[in-house]
């Protein structure tokens, strides 16, 4: 098959691997997918949701963003499976609403669920969006333009402790203290507006032997600038538990995180999914007290080399998946 994401732009990380784990959900009331829901939490451009709407003729896709420029492209890529595709443009902590405005129940009402987290090729390629440090941009960061605040307002309004406490705490910068002191010193002369500004900032306040480790010395303020505009580890925290609520008996969800502070969300939910609510200390299972969901994955699987070497933002993916076994009991 031709790659069917290259004229938008975008490759979509372990395509094989979520097509095995999900379609056995996918395809459990017929073989092609008739009867079956499946909801992309994160469609981007939709390189996911195409081959899953190619390859199951009855399914009916359900996909959320909170990008319109993402939401834009994918509706002109599944233009043609628009009788069975309905997007909609909200985060992905909005499930249960999205799934009440499709006219199903926010509660055992789908067969599979797809989280890609964290930003898109797409966002990262379009340099007005002011994601990428690479080149000079608005400090903007929204993958919802209508949203607020932007970066540049964090950087210009937030005092020095609340900066440095997004610094520490979503990019796990070491010098978390020092460059939050920087900016604000650095905005009372000149206020933010640029990424370019910002990264000047980052080389002369990080000593020069830790520049030279660690990858770009602006790729931890920006991760942790980006997650605290977008609010995504809250909307993660919310989200997840939507997420297997909605799933029905057999189904499946299925998530690929990019960096570590998602992962860890990721791994402590699905933990919690898994295990026995029965009281430790009895020697036998309580009827009702059984786990809910089981493990599909060993851990959190990794891409390959020859999927790293085709896409190289496949190499920080860490992928988990589960299966629904019981009713929920709430």
Do not use: W
Request: aromatic share 6%; with cysteine.
């Amino acid at each position: 098959m031709a790659d069917i994401s290259e004229d938008f732009g975008h490759v979509p990380v372990l395509l094989e691997r979520c097509v095995e784990l999900l379609s056995p959900a996918l395809t459990r009331h017929h073989a092609d997918g008739s009867g079956a829901v499946l909801v992309d939490a994160t469609l981007g451009a939709a390189g996911h949701a195409e081959r899953f709407l190619i390859e199951l003729p009855g399914l009916r896709l359900i996909g959320l963003d909170r990008d319109p420029s993402a939401l834009a492209i994918a509706r002109t890529r599944l233009a043609r499976f628009a009788d069975r595709a309905t997007l909609v443009h909200t985060r992905y902590d909005g499930i249960p609403a999205a799934l009440n405005e499709c006219g199903l129940a926010a509660t055992e009402s789908v067969d599979g669920v797809l989280f890609d987290l964290g930003v898109s090729s797409m966002q990262l390629d379009r340099p007005e969006r002011g994601f990428a440090y690479a080149q000079d941009a608005p400090l903007d960061m929204r993958m919802d333009p209508q949203s607020a605040p932007t970066a540049a307002d964090i950087l210009n309004t937030y005092d020095e402790a609340a900066l440095a406490d997004i610094l520490h705490r979503f990019g796990e910068e070491r010098f978390a203290r020092r460059i939050a002191a920087r900016i604000v010193r650095q905005r009372a002369r000149t206020p933010f507006t640029s990424t370019a500004q910002l990264v000047a900032l980052l080389y002369e306040a990080i000593p020069a032997p830790a520049r030279r480790t660690g990858g770009h010395p602006a790729k931890r303020t920006f991760q942790a600038l980006r997650i605290a505009v977008n609010d995504e580890l809250e909307s993660l925290r919310r989200a997840l538990p939507a997420a297997l609520d909605a799933l029905a008996v057999s189904g499946r969800v299925v998530v690929l995180a990019y960096q570590s502070l998602e992962d860890r969300i990721v791994k402590r939910v699905f933990a919690d999914a898994v295990a026995s609510r029965t009281p430790v200390d009895l020697p036998f299972e309580l009827p009702g007290h059984e786990p809910r969901f089981r493990s599909l994955t060993h851990g959190a699987e990794r891409a390959d080399a020859a999927e790293v070497e085709r896409n190289p933002r496949s190499a920080a993916v860490r992928l988990r998946a589960l299966q629904r076994i019981g009713k929920g009991d709430s």
